[in-house]
């Protein structure tokens, strides 16, 4: 039987392992830390994220040992000083899911396939009896730095804080509030908690100094509890010229990254890691990198496209206006993102 070795047990990770035990292999899984495993995180799972966590048969919808179910949300709303654009996601909502939540759906998930987590334990792949190594140890993964993997961009590098409150949802969207350095994100992920989280260039720039800028929320969160401490983390733009090398394979933010502005960090983690295992079935990498280029392409434009308006306040103005203006537009980019496309289709003459 074929063993593959896991480096880090993050959702990347944890998915890796699951979907590689899912085609027979032994799988082994090293893991820093021990759970609960938090990370600072807009804890929205989109809908095609929840796709892929069915596809690994992990089950989000039934937690309530660990702490609740989460939140479903019906769209996305951006929002900023002059106007307030919201669309749904075409066909089913997504999941507002606390992160410890989602790491213990998915580490039961793992235990149930008979993956050999090994909690508390350091890695840097060097064990060399596996057929396979994973590097899924994050955005400052160790594998890849030391791993001669080259050829690495990193685009942009923004700094991310979150909390979470005690306070019943108010709307039925993720909300995204833009202002001129920052972004604050709202996601209900219970029926009496939000997540909070800020993004921006300044490393210094916390919750308390966007709730400045963001008065609606500020008072929306007045007088409510605090229930968990800020807890920050990098949020950047990396992209890598090759994911495998010999007999080792990035997934998940070691494999390079998206900015947090689309919210798409975690699928795409699922979704390389199912890639993976459909390539590993074929006996060819080769195949994992064609598949992980094509699932980066589209989230990496959206990202291009939302970091213009973050750098460029007047064109974001024009841009929400116009979308205010005909929702329809605002509707058709998220479906896209959604990898819903309701693009029209070219006719055939
Ligand atoms: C502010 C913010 C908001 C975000 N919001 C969203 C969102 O709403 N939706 C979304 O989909 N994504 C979001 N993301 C992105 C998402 O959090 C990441 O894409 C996701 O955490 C990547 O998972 P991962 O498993 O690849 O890496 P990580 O979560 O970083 O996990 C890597 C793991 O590897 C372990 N590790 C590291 N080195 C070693 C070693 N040598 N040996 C053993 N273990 C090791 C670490 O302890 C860690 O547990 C957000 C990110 C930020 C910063």
Redesign the pocket.
């Known amino acids: 039987m074929r063993r593959a070795c896991i480096?880090?047990?993050?959702?990347?990770?944890l998915a890796a392992a699951i979907a590689l035990r899912n085609i027979g292999w032994l799988v082994t899984l090293?893991?820093?830390?021990t759970p609960p495993?938090d990370?600072?995180?807009?804890?929205?799972?989109?809908p095609h994220?929840l796709r892929a966590l069915r596809e690994l048969g992990v089950d989000v919808s039934n937690d309530g040992e660990s702490g609740g179910n989460g939140f479903p949300f019906r769209g996305i709303k951006f929002i900023d000083e002059h106007s307030c654009v919201a669309a749904d996601f075409p066909s089913a909502p997504a999941l507002g899911l606390r992160r410890t939540v989602l790491h213990d759906a998915l580490m039961r998930r793992a235990v149930e396939m008979g993956v050999d987590l090994r909690w508390g334990?350091?890695?840097?792949g060097s064990e060399t009896q596996y057929d396979l190594t994973v590097g899924?140890?994050?955005?400052n993964s160790?594998m890849r730095r030391h791993g001669g993997f080259g050829g690495e961009r990193c685009a942009s590098k923004r700094y991310?804080f979150?909390q979470h409150f005690e306070v019943a949802p108010w709307s039925e969207y993720m909300e995204m509030y833009w202002g001129r350095s920052c972004q604050l994100y709202v996601?209900p992920i219970a029926a009496d908690q939000v997540s909070v989280?800020v993004?921006s260039r300044d490393q210094s720039f916390r919750l308390a100094d966007a709730f400045e800028i963001f008065p609606k929320v500020k008072a929306r969160l007045k007088g409510r509890s605090a229930i968990t401490s800020e807890r920050g983390?990098?949020?950047t733009m990396r992209r890598l010229s090759r994911v495998y090398r010999g007999k080792v394979a990035l997934?998940?933010?070691?494999s390079g990254?998206v900015d947090?502005i689309t919210?798409?960090?975690?699928?795409l983690?699922f979704q390389q890691a199912i890639a993976l295992a459909r390539a590993m079935e074929t006996g060819s990498l080769h195949h994992y990198e064609k598949a992980h280029r094509k699932l980066a392409w589209k989230p990496r434009l959206m990202a291009n496209l939302l970091l213009t308006l973050e750098a460029h306040p007047t064109v974001r103005h024009l841009a929400l206006a116009t979308m205010a203006a005909c929702p329809q537009v605002f509707a058709s980019l998220l479906a896209t993102h959604v990898r819903e496309s309701r693009l029209p289709r070219p006719k055939l003459a």
């Open positions: 480096v880090g047990g993050g959702p990347s990770g090293f893991e820093s830390g495993i990370k600072a995180c807009g804890e929205g799972l989109l994220s334990c350091k890695s840097n899924a140890d994050g955005g160790h991310g979150r996601t989280a993004v983390s990098l949020s997934v998940g933010d070691a990254s947090v919210g798409d960090g975690l699928g983690g």
